[in-house]
């Protein structure tokens, strides 16, 4: 069921130029970049989190990105993805933009990182380090409608089966973390998903 959320809130909590942080391949930092001059032509390597949490039903949150994001708007995604900002601590960052984004807490758990570069038109690409975190949590979103346009719990066998069919509706990134999960992180898949 999707939702477009009764108590949602609409506060910026992402901005052009707020600095993230620059990374080599082996996610050493480099330096400080623009968040609009990191997604600019082909992307310039940054570090980056991508959030999925399930509830004790086994159901994962997904969310459909709102339509004023520059990168892949109106197309689904997992939980919450964003940054770290220059000086803070990956820990902080992904408490902070759960509860910006998706208005919710959870307990998370580091599984693993990657690199990838996505671009999504002419203009921009996305090009990340990004770490990937499983988590928990039965509390009902409260959407940032600057974020968000609209969520729903999805089984994972359900939307195994959304990927197939209508695979160009969610974000490359999204793809690429849940095919990993579903193959070689399925036994910690396990311990959320049921």
């Known amino acids: 069921m999707i939702n477009t959320g009764e108590s949602e809130r609409d506060e910026a909590v992402s901005f052009d130029d707020e600095e993230l942080i620059l990374v080599d391949d082996q996610d050493r930092e480099l330096g400080h970049l623009s968040k609009v001059e990191c997604h600019e032509g082909d992307g310039v390597l940054h570090r980056a989190f991508s959030l999925f949490v ?6 994962l949150l997904l969310q459909q990105r ?8 109106l197309f689904w995604s997992n939980s919450c993805c964003s940054h ?4 803070e601590r990956m820990e902080e960052a992904v408490h902070r933009r759960l509860w910006q984004e998706v ?3 959870a307990e998370l758990d580091y599984l693993y990182k990657f690199r990838y570069q996505a671009r999504y038109d002419a203009g921009g690409a996305e090009h990340e380090l990004c770490w ?5 949590s039965d509390k009902e979103p ?3 409608r600057q974020e968000i346009a609209e969520w729903c719990w999805i089984s994972p066998a359900r939307l195994d089966a959304e990927l197939v069919s209508r695979a160009e509706r ?5 793809k690429m973390e849940w095919e990993r999960l579903r193959g070689e992180f399925a036994d910690e898949m396990k311990r959320y998903s049921r």
């Open 54 to 59: 399930f509830n004790h039903d086994g159901e």
């Open 66 to 73: 709102a339509a004023g994001k520059r990168l892949w708007p």
């Open 84 to 87: 770290p900002r220059r000086g």
């Open 103 to 105: 208005g919710i807490e």
């Open 132 to 136: 990937v975190y499983l988590g928990v």
């Open 142 to 144: 409260r959407p940032n």
């Open 170 to 174: 969610y974000t490359p990134w999204f």
